[in-house]
Structure formats: C-alpha cells, structure tokens
C-alpha cells in the first residue's frame, strides 16, 4: 500500500497489509459510579456540566498514562465511542470519550440533518467546541496530574470544533484529525452535494473539476461559514491529520494544499495519506491510520517529556 509521505520525522510501521514501511510523518463523578476493571484499564462513567447540559461519558484510564485525549465527534448524532477509547486505553493513553451533547445519556439537543437543523453554524460548532473544553476540563481533574500531555482526537466535523477548542485553550498539547477538513463549511458542503454520495467519483473527476465546483459552485444554505484556518493559525500544537484518498465528503487534496501552507509557515502540522481508503479512516479494517496516529501520539509524549527535563 502506498502511503503519502509527509512526516518531519519517521517512524516504522508494521501492519497485516504491509511492513517495514517508513512514514514521515467541573467534573460530576456519579454518586452510584459505574466503575469496571480489565487487565489494561479502568472505565469509569462519570457527568460534567456545559453550556446547561450534563453531559455524559466514560474515562478510560490505563494504570500508567503515557498521555489523555478527549474524543470529538462527527456530524452523527453518536454516544461515546467506547470500542475506539478501549483500543486507546490498551495503548496507554488514558481517554474521555461522550455522548454527544442530546444523544444517549447526555442533556442538551442534538442539532443535525436528520432532526431538520443545521449542525454546521458557527453557533453550533461553537457550542460543541465548547463541550470539548469542559471535557478537557473534565479528564484533567480526574487525573489530577499536569504532567501528562492532554490531546484532541477526532472525525470529519471535529475539524472545525478542534481547531476552535485548541485555539482557546493552552491546556491542549496536541491533536488528531481523521478525515478532517482544513477548509470552510460552506466549501465542504459544495463538496459534498457535488460528489453526491458517488462511490465512484473518482473514476469519473478530477482534482481540478472538483477544486472548481468546491470553490465556485452556487451555495444552497446561506449563513455565515466557519473556517477552521483563522482558528489554526492562532495555535502552534503539533498537530496530524490522517485522510483518505477516496473521501467524497471533503476535497483531501485541497485540505492538504492549506496544511502545506501552515507548514511553509513553520507550523507543526503533518497528515498521512491513503490511497485506498474514503472517509472513514479511522474505523477503516486497515488498521494502519490508528496505528500511525498512536505512534505519532507516543513520540509527541516523548519530545513532550524530553522538553521538560
């Protein structure tokens, strides 16, 4: 498998598809806590409050954290993603992950195509960004250790609420995109109707006939855009975003074409490319987009560790 290479440093993977490749590359605990125990980890269902809502989710703490996330959710209205925390967790990276804010056990309404309302206005990524935050909040006073390196994971409409959240809060070290964009949502909604759920759009388009539909083509919804760049270049954490070549709901190559442009800048943003894979590269079954991202994730805990001694 090909991967594209853009990594300021490298490190090597072995993977089921293929080897020896190198990549540049306020807390609420619950009165009646629901609390389990595995070779690897303890799950603790804990609440925090945001924006008047008492959300809900599950801290995955692994005895010996190298590092913590919180995980940001797509567009979808989703509960916690607990199987995709656990393979986290097994790699010592403590992790908050909940449901998103009118889904499952969490308070507050969910906004989205599905409910007949716009997920993507500024007031609402705002909303969600700031969740993010209180989540943050949240697995920082349940650790209780500053000492371990705090991160962002997340998928597709995480690229506009992680960006958003990092930009307002030092605590964040670091960041992880999945199939993310870097460009405005009104661009990735031209993108998307232009593409139409086509799984086979690349057979039949271009890179250039899809950069003209995404930057000129008539928009169908009109109200203000967010565009994930102003908050980007206010932040100077290492960040690494993984995509799929295939990906018919953002224009990758555009995406990549912004983040070059941080990079000429000297920020410490880098991306993995497959080929091969869409949108859903972080469930893909090629578990190669996970893997890099943990590996990248342990070697910022390393250079994080070493800065400070």
């Not at 924006?51 to 005895?63: E, N, R």
């Not at 705002?126 to 935050?133: E, F, M």
């Not at 006073?141 to 990092?166: D, E, M, R």
């Not at 224009?251 to 991306?271: A, M």
Request: overall charge neutral.
């Amino acid at each position: 498998m090909k991967i594209q290479k853009n990594f300021s440093l490298y490190f090597k993977m072995n993977t089921n598809l293929f080897c020896n490749i190198f990549i540049w590359l306020s807390l609420i605990i619950l009165p009646e806590i629901v609390f389990s125990q595995s070779t690897d980890y303890t799950i603790q269902n804990v609440k925090f409050e945001s924006q008047g809502a008492t959300l809900s989710g599950s801290i995955l703490k692994p005895k010996n954290p190298l590092a913590a996330v919180v995980i940001i959710h797509g567009s979808d209205p989703v509960k916690r993603e607990i199987e995709f925390a656990k393979r986290l967790a097994k790699e010592g990276i403590a992790v908050l992950t909940y449901d998103k804010r009118g889904v499952g056990e969490s308070e507050g309404i969910y906004a989205g195509p599905s409910v007949g309302t716009n997920n993507i206005d500024t007031t609402n990524l705002n909303l969600l960004s700031r969740d993010a935050n209180e989540a943050v909040k949240a697995i920082q006073n349940y650790l209780n250790n500053k000492k371990i390196p705090i991160g962002l994971v997340g998928f597709s409409q995480a690229g506009w609420i992680i960006p958003i959240t990092a930009s307002k809060n030092p605590q964040i070290d670091f960041m992880v995109l999945f199939s993310c964009p870097t460009i405005t949502t009104l661009e990735q909604l031209r993108f998307q109707f232009y593409t139409n759920g086509d799984t086979d759009f690349w057979d039949n388009h271009t890179e250039a006939d899809a950069l003209e539909h995404t930057k000129n083509d008539p928009d169908k919804y009109q109200f203000v855009p967010t565009d994930p760049k102003k908050s980007l270049s206010k932040i100077s954490i290492p960040g690494l975003w993984i995509f799929g070549e295939k990906d018919i709901q953002i224009p990758v190559k555009l995406c990549i074409e912004e983040l070059n442009t941080f990079k000429v800048q000297g920020k410490p943003f880098e991306y993995a490319l497959f080929p091969t894979l869409g949108h859903n590269t972080a469930f893909a079954s090629n578990t190669a987009p996970f893997d890099i991202s943990v590996q990248w994730i342990k070697q910022k805990t390393l250079n994080f560790k070493n800065s400070k001694n």
